[in-house]
């Protein structure tokens, strides 16, 4: 911000954040001519947290499916929710939400 307000000279800002002043100078037009298009984009934030908890979603069903996968390769029966916690602890449905919880175990009888 010291660059953009020209209160100082590039070389001793530069000089001051251990940088090289062509280097400074760069980010300063790179900002100048791209700053305001990245600082516009007011649904980005939202957009992300809606993505992080699709994702989140997801890895829920994927971890469901994995213990399903090793109960059926142990042989085990995968209706029996204790043995499923009991055989795989890391992928206990604890961590995730209720409705999450939910549509894990909606996914999984659809699939029996």
Not at 30 to 43: M, R
Not at 82 to 98: H, I, K, N, V
Request: glycine fraction near 8%; hydrophobic fraction near 35%; proline fraction near 4%.
């Amino acid at each position: 911000m010291e660059i953009l307000s020209r209160t100082k000279a590039v070389g001793q800002i530069a000089r001051s954040y251990g940088v090289h002043p062509v280097t400074l100078t760069h980010w300063k037009r790179e900002f100048i001519e791209k700053g305001p298009e990245i600082f516009s984009q007011q649904t980005t934030v939202h957009e992300c947290e809606k993505r992080i908890e699709e994702l989140e979603r997801l890895i829920g069903h994927k971890e469901v499916e994995i213990a399903l996968v090793k109960n059926f390769l142990a042989g085990r029966s995968p209706l029996d929710p204790g043995r499923l916690q009991a055989s795989c602890p890391s992928t206990s449905l604890g961590g995730l939400r209720s409705k999450e919880k939910a549509d894990a175990k909606a996914d999984v009888s659809d699939r029996e």
